[in-house]
């Protein structure tokens, strides 16, 4: 036994006739041609869907592959750092910081 739920949805009133029409043309009821359009939409966007999530999946592991990412602490660390620009390097070697400037509060500047 098949349950069925009766479903009610607006639709622009020339849509209507159209589709009436349509359907009194070819012989099918209303609900047997939205039945059947409704299947074949499940169908096409539920494979499109899982298509796009093996795409994803399968973009993601050559990613990981890529940079050679199996511990997921470097994944995670690897998320933090920028693909683009390099850590940036304050000083090189023999250049040294400034010194910073202390004040007690009673210099004038």
């Known amino acids: 036994m098949k349950l069925l739920h009766l479903t009610n949805f607006n639709v622009p009133i020339t849509t209507r006739n ?3 029409a349509i359907c009194h043309a070819s012989g099918r009821t209303r609900t047997s041609v939205l039945v059947e359009l409704m299947t074949n939409y499940i169908l096409q966007e539920g494979k499109r869907i899982i298509a796009q999530q093996n795409e994803f999946h399968d973009l993601d592991q050559r990613l990981r592959e890529s940079r050679g990412l199996k511990d997921p ?7 933090h750092r920028s693909i683009h620009y390099p850590r940036q390097q304050w000083a ?9 400037i202390f004040s007690d509060g009673r210099d004038e500047w």
């Open 18 to 20: 159209r589709f009436d």
């Open 92 to 100: 090189d070697a023999g250049d040294e910081l400034p010194s910073p």
């Open 73 to 79: 602490k470097q994944q995670m660390d690897a998320r």
